[in-house]
Structures are given as C-alpha cells and as structure tokens.
C-alpha cells in the first residue's frame, strides 16, 4: 500500500508502461540487425583492406562523430524523460478528468472542460516543445557529424580515381571498389544505428529493472506461522504508533493506542473524521506495519504470521468499497471464490442485496455497471448492499465495516444491524460509523480524538460518564427528538 502512496513509485510505473509496448521488439530486432551487420560488414572492410588499409580505417573513423552524437543524445533523452515524467502524468491526469465517466457529473455541472482542456493543452505544448527542442538540437549535431563522413567518402573516391589513373588498380577494380565502400558505408551504418539503439533500449531495462526491483514493504518472516483457525483470546493493539510515510504531519495519525477485541465480540470505534478508524483496520490487515507497539493476534504479533492466511481471516468492508463491473453474482462470489451459489445467496440475504438481484433482469447473472453493453447501474445504497453481501460470504473469524451503512435506508440499516450480532456469532465484529444509533449495540466502544483512544466502555458506561461520546450521541439525538 506504501507504494500507491509514493510519487516516485506511480513514476517509474509510468515509464515502464509508456516504453514496454514496443521496447522488447526493438531490442530484438536491434540485436538481429547488428548480427547481420557485422557479419557483412567484416566481409566488406576485409575487401577494401586488400585495396588499402587507409580507405577501411578511413571509412571507420567518419563514422565515428555520428556514433558519438546519438549515444550523447540518448543520455539527454534519458535524463529529459525523467524529468518530464511528472509533467507527463499530470497532463494524462487532466486527460482522464476531461474523458472518464467518475468525472463527467460534476465537469458538465461545473462547466470545468475548458478549464481542464486549457490546462492539459498547455501541458502537452511544453512537453512537444521541450522534445522539438531537443530533436533539432541532434538534427543540427548529425548535419555536422554526416559533413564528416560526406568528407571522407568523397577524399577516398578520389583516392580510388587516383590509383586508376595510375594503373595500380584495374576499371574493373575500380568499380568493385566504389561498390564496396558504399556497401561498407551503409553496413557500418546500420552497425553503429543498432548499437547506439541497444544502447538506447538499455535504459528501458533500467527503467524496468527499477520497477522488478522494489520490494514489498510489509514483508514476511522466513518461516511464517499458521494463524489459529479458531481465535481464542482475540487481537491486542499494544501501544501502537502509526504515521504514513513521506508525509510532512508531525503527529502521528495513531499514537499509544491500546485496544483489546474479545471473540464473539462486537466492537465500535468512534471519532470524528480523520481520527484514524480505517487507518487502525489496515493495520490489523497488515496493508501497513505499526512504527511503534505491536498487534497481536492470541498473544502473536502479526508479523510473525503468513500474511495470506492473516488476510484471509479478516472479512472488510471500506468506506470505499470497490464496485465491480461483473455479474452480480460474482460480486459477491468475489469475497470467497471456494463458495457455491447457495452461499452468494445466504449472504446477499442478510445485506439485503437479495431483493436488489432479484429485481433485475437476469438475477444473479446480470453484469453491474454500466461499462459493458448489458450492464444495470444500481443505486449507491444498493451497491452498498452488494458489498457488504461480499464481506459476509468470506468465511473469515474477523469482520469489519466501515461505515457500512452510510447509504442505507433506516430500515435497510437496523435490518443489516439486527443479523450481524447473528454473522458475529463465533467471530469477532468491528464496526466503524458516525451513527450512534448503529454503535450503541457493540459490546466495547472505542473512542478516537486525534490518533488516541481517549474513551472506551459499552453504551450505558459512556452515556454515564459524560464525555464526549455521551456529548456526540445527545447532539445527534437531539435531532430525532
Ligand atoms: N493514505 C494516506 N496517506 C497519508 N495520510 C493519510 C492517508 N490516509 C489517511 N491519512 C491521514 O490519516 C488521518 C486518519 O485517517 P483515517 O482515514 O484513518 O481517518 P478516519 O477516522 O477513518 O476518518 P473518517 O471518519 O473520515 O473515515 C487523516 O488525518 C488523514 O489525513
Ligand atoms: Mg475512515
């Protein structure tokens, strides 16, 4: 997850993205060129040794300025393209908020097209006039360079005029031999252009070895443990501390939490937005590791145990689910793919997508969204039913939802509520969400205000304490009322 938080990571995937399609052809075509070449070339330059020595060795050096001017601008373009690489990917950026539909709404709303097409055309005109600059840079350096090798062709024609006219070679010699030096020519040319086009390529395998060579971030023990298949004494955050990289916010997002959550346990976390909820859920997932304290799990840190058997007990729902563009069915089936149709069903049951499938055309088989030809755009609620169908298909010993009900209808809601103490049943729940009225049927709420748990205690207790969660629920009541 580190990554996708990291500039210089979305960087290097885009210059491995933008060179990989045509690249590994051009570096085997490069090397079969070169073979072929040489091979032709070698024949040649031994002709022309046997005429003189001073006419192939002429015909090597005017080759070499040209050989220099395009290995000196493969290192410009190199260097220029990773500079432009941020440019680049903003101007795609604009690209997609101009052309995707995630955007369309409020860009026709807001009449925001202009303002992004000015910007991307902007963009894309740098870019071009940064790469013209470069281009006729070189054009202007190979003029030069071919002047030389123009030179040399001339002087060693009129060598081999020369040596005709002497007697030292025959008409017939001399034929050959023009022959073989524009032979020659075009051969070490189509030498040298390989090789300097390898070494051009080579810079795509630094790209790409870049991108081969990151490691996962959350990393896995040499010799994992199995995690527990029942959960006896349930998960201990122990004075955990959590910041997200590369960023700039002094305080940590979570500081000193300590949290216990029992099996068979329904558990709250509570706080205003940014308090770091769904930050603590991904760290109980592993898709980050605490800086400091610990998570266990039955008294184990969480690093000690596979991470694909870790993940596999945790069932979650985030706040930003993902909807996907496939059949109803398998967007559910999607949360356990070892289940059969019967279990897709029971679970879309409990979330209520149930009466949402049913509704359409073809039940269970027909595609969500509107991306392909046949596809049904469901309403957000409804989408909200489909994934939390697909949090309760995992059989998993731990469930989370994070604000899983945001889309909801009331009854749709308290329904959801009243089967989940029943899902719960053997497992462990965590809920996340704004709505007291949700909360208040956990075992143990957790209150967060700024990264630290600063309440903690069922419903009655913290109603009775009067803090802030008892302040919170009164404020919302106080709307019913
Ligand atoms: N990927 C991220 N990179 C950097 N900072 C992040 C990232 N995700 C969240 N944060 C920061 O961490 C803090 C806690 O975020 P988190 O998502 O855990 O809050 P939350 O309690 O779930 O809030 P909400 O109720 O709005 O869902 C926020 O201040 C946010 O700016
Ligand atoms: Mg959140």
Redo the contacts with the bound molecule.
């Keep these: 997850m580190e990554y996708y938080?990291n500039t210089g990571y979305y960087e290097t995937l885009h210059r491995v993205q933008k060179e990989a399609p045509f690249r590994p052809t051009r570096i085997v075509n490069g090397i079969l060129k070169l073979g072929q070449s040489s091979i032709s070339l070698v024949v040649v330059v031994g002709l022309l040794v046997s005429l003189s020595w001073v006419i192939a060795a002429l015909l090597v050096v005017a080759a070499i300025p040209a050989v220099f001017v395009r290995l000196k601008y493969a290192d410009k373009f190199y260097n220029w393209q990773i500079k432009c690489t941020a440019k680049e990917r903003v101007a795609m950026y604009h690209h997609q908020l101009l052309t995707g539909d995630d955007h369309a709404k409020e860009v026709w709303l807001f009449g925001l097209g202009p303002l992004f097409m000015r910007k991307y055309q902007e963009l894309r005109k740098q870019l071009r006039g940064e790469r013209l600059e470069l281009v006729s840079r070189r054009s202007a350096a190979d003029l030069a360079s071919q002047s030389v090798s123009v030179a040399a062709v001339f002087g060693s024609f009129a060598f081999i005029a020369y040596q005709t006219l002497l007697g030292s070679i025959t008409l017939g010699d001399l034929v050959m031999y023009f022959g073989a030096f524009q032979q020659g020519q075009s051969f070490l040319n189509s030498f040298l252009t390989s090789m300097a086009g390898l070494y051009e390529d080579n810079f795509f395998l630094t790209y790409l070895h870049e991108f081969l060579d990151l490691e996962p971030k959350v990393k896995e023990l040499p010799d994992p443990k199995s995690v527990p298949r029942t959960i006896k004494t349930g998960i201990t955050f122990d004075h955990v501390r959590f910041g997200?990289p590369d960023?700039a916010?002094a305080v940590k997002?979570l500081e000193d939490v300590s949290l216990e959550i029992k099996p068979c346990q329904i558990v709250a976390l509570v706080?205003?937005?940014?308090?770091?909820?769904?930050?603590?859920i991904k760290l109980l997932c592993r898709l980050y590791d605490p800086q400091r304290g610990m998570i266990t799990l039955d008294g184990t840190d969480l690093r000690a145990f596979k991470i694909s058997e870790l993940r596999r007990e945790m069932s979650v729902i985030f706040?930003d689910y993902v909807r996907y563009d496939l059949t109803a069915r398998e967007n559910i089936w999607l949360g356990n793919v070892d289940v059969d149709m019967d279990e897709v069903v029971r679970a879309a049951g409990i979330s209520g997508a149930d009466g949402v499938i049913n509704r359409l055309d073809k039940g269970y088989d027909t595609v969500l969204g509107r991306r392909f030809e046949y596809g049904a755009e469901l309403s957000v609620g409804e989408w909200q039913k489909v994934a939390l169908a697909r949090a309760f298909v995992r059989d998993s010993q731990v469930i989370v939802l994070?604000?899983p009900t945001s889309s909801l209808d009331p009854k749709a809601e308290d329904e959801v509520f009243r089967k989940f103490r029943q899902l719960v049943v053997g497992r462990m729940g965590i809920i996340?969400s704004?709505r007291l009225s949700a909360v208040r049927m956990a075992d143990l709420i957790y209150f967060?205000r700024d990264?630290r748990i600063v309440e903690r205690g069922t419903h009655e207790e913290l109603m009775d304490c009067h803090g802030e969660y008892a302040e919170l629920f009164e404020i919302q009541a106080r709307h019913y009322q």
């Design positions: 938080e997200y960023t916010t997002v706080g205003e937005n940014g308090s770091g909820k769904t930050t603590l706040q994070d604000e996340i704004h967060l990264g």
